[in-house]
């Protein structure tokens, strides 16, 4: 009997740490199934840089090279989840290259979802980077971007593959997920002084943490290069995770198979 206590302790136990991972809050795949590059307004997105924040398509989005391509992306074939545009195929990644946008900072957001933080918390927020060079070679990487109460922040941290894609060809095998941990601690986020239009500089790391409330927009921003060499720069796959929650069937379960262990051996 008391080996039989010993099974149904250790099995309880097991259930109580298991936890069920609730959905993917966000999912946006960037998918593209033209023919040719694509304005990130296709998928619900916008896109400005520079320090007067010009708009992704001023003077069309091939002089500055600034949209969503219809290269091969990774991961292929997810599908969106909360992103609007549902499009679940293995085609399509953000990226900038050539000279004009990518070669300045730039932001790259949505707003067309709000995150409830009191109801979905975060965990993490991760992308998947396969630039030409890595930040060593001038090419930096990205700052998760959001927006609370009107006003915008970026991770001080700053997401990149180590190893460069040469081409985007590669992205598919080369691309690397990097990953934010959520924490609304002021040492982990610097003011972002972003008007659409007007103006796109980043601030500095905050002195109280960052606010409560509902993020209202959220994406990407990427600093100036400060290199030489290529100015090429791809993302695909932004993605935000909730906290996992415990299940309460499984804690039950697990509870009343306890129980019933118990008794067993106080029969005994």
Not at 57 to 80: C, D, E, K, T
Not at 243 to 249: G, I, R, Y
């Amino acid at each position: 009997m008391k080996r039989t206590l010993l099974v149904t302790a250790f099995v309880g136990a097991t259930l109580l740490s298991m936890q069920v991972t609730q959905a993917q809050i966000y999912r946006e795949v960037f998918g593209n199934n033209t023919a040719g590059n694509n304005l990130l307004s296709t998928v619900g997105w916008s896109g400005a840089w520079g320090a007067a924040a010009t708009d992704e398509a001023a003077g069309g989005m091939l002089a500055n090279n600034f949209g969503v391509s219809s290269a091969l992306g990774s991961p292929q074939n997810l599908g969106n989840i909360n992103a609007g545009v549902e499009l679940s195929q293995p085609n399509g990644l953000l990226f900038t290259s050539g000279g004009t946008a990518a070669t300045m900072n730039w932001i790259a957001y949505t707003t067309g979802y709000t995150v409830d933080t009191t109801a979905n918390p975060i965990q993490d927020i991760s992308i998947y980077a396969g630039s030409a060079n890595n930040a060593i070679s001038g090419i930096p990487g990205f700052r998760i971007a959001v927006q609370i109460g009107g006003n915008w922040y970026a991770s001080v941290a700053v997401l990149a593959n180590t190893v460069a894609v040469s081409s985007i060809a590669n992205f598919p095998t080369g691309a690397q997920k990097v990953t934010f941990n959520w924490t609304t601690a002021a040492s982990a986020w610097d003011s972002l002084n972003f008007t659409p239009g007007t103006t796109l500089a980043l601030g500095s790391t905050l002195v109280s943490d960052l606010p409560a409330g509902n993020i209202t927009a959220f994406g990407l921003y990427s600093d100036t290069v400060t290199g030489t060499g290529g100015a090429t720069r791809r993302v695909d796959t932004f993605q935000i995770d909730p906290v996992p929650e415990p299940s309460s069937v499984v804690l039950v379960l697990s509870g009343v198979g306890m129980l019933m262990g118990l008794r067993r051996a106080r029969k005994a």
